[in-house]
């Protein structure tokens, strides 16, 4: 199973609002709405930003959000702050035998 | 606090053997699937496996199915991931995570990775 393909860097401005996309296939992100989003400072611990395409954990600022169209799931970052500079990885479940299927990673650049 | 606390960073020489390990704590380790994570610098996260410690019920990716054992002691709450020989290609950040519930494929928990590093 090929890894789902996210750019490589985004960026904006504070204030501004940014989209990552997440395109994988039929197979996996097309076929499941288990699509999560993690959000990794380096050295530190991955965090869980987005689970079930669009569902927030609690204590995730409702800043970031999740959807999903076909075979590609995207996470929004409005209001950009500077703390959100990190990498960024979406997440599909792949089936039984894959199960999970993770993206290229993009990094999120605060200009 | 619930937490998956990882074992140091190691620096190995092709041929030899490793086993890291990802402690849990603060919550029932026996009841959460704990997922094995692989990332080789400047690349992606692959998944390798993913273990229930409650019964040591254990899957792998076929992309690493023979290539690591995943195992687990409930008894000490703790999950391990082990290789017999070591290659130079195996030089990469390692995580474990907890998957959040029965029926999820999402990792709501996270440890900070053990670096590993195969050089001759």
């Known amino acids: 199973q090929s890894a789902l393909t996210q750019p490589a860097s985004v960026s904006g401005s504070p204030g501004q609002s940014i989209t990552i996309s997440c395109t994988g296939t039929?197979?996996?992100?097309?076929?499941?709405?288990?699509i999560s989003w993690y959000q990794h400072h380096p050295g530190k611990a991955p965090k869980l930003m987005i689970y079930?395409?669009?569902k927030r954990p609690s204590g995730v600022s409702n800043r970031f959000s999740g959807s999903k169209s076909g075979n590609t799931a995207s996470l929004t970052i409005s209001g950009l702050q500077a703390e959100d500079e990190a990498d960024y990885y979406c997440?599909?479940?792949?089936?039984?035998?894959?199960?999970?299927?993770f993206g290229t990673g993009t990094k999120v650049t605060v200009l | 606090e619930v937490q998956l606390v990882q074992s140091g960073a190691e620096v190995k020489k092709p041929g030899e053997s490793l086993k890291i390990s990802c402690e849990g704590s603060?919550?029932?380790?026996?009841?959460?699937?704990i997922v094995w994570v692989r990332q080789m610098p400047g690349r992606g996260p692959e998944w390798l496996g993913i273990?229930?410690?409650?019964?040591?019920?254990?899957r792998y990716s076929p992309s690493f199915q023979g290539q690591v054992i995943i195992s687990a002691d409930k008894s000490i709450s703790t999950a391990y991931l082990q290789w017999s020989s070591l290659k130079a290609s195996d030089t990469a950040m390692y995580y474990c995570?907890?998957?959040?519930?029965?029926?999820?494929?999402?990792?709501?928990?996270w440890g900070k990775g053990t670096t590993v590093t195969v050089s001759s």
């Open positions: 995570a907890r998957v959040a519930a029965a029926a999820t494929y999402y990792m709501d928990v």
């Open positions: 603060g919550y029932s380790f026996t009841t959460y699937w």
């Open positions: 273990i229930y410690p409650g019964d040591s019920e254990t």
């Open positions: 039929s197979s996996d992100v097309g076929s499941y709405n288990s």
């Open positions: 079930e395409v669009s």
């Open positions: 997440c599909s479940y792949g089936g039984y035998r894959t199960f999970y299927v």
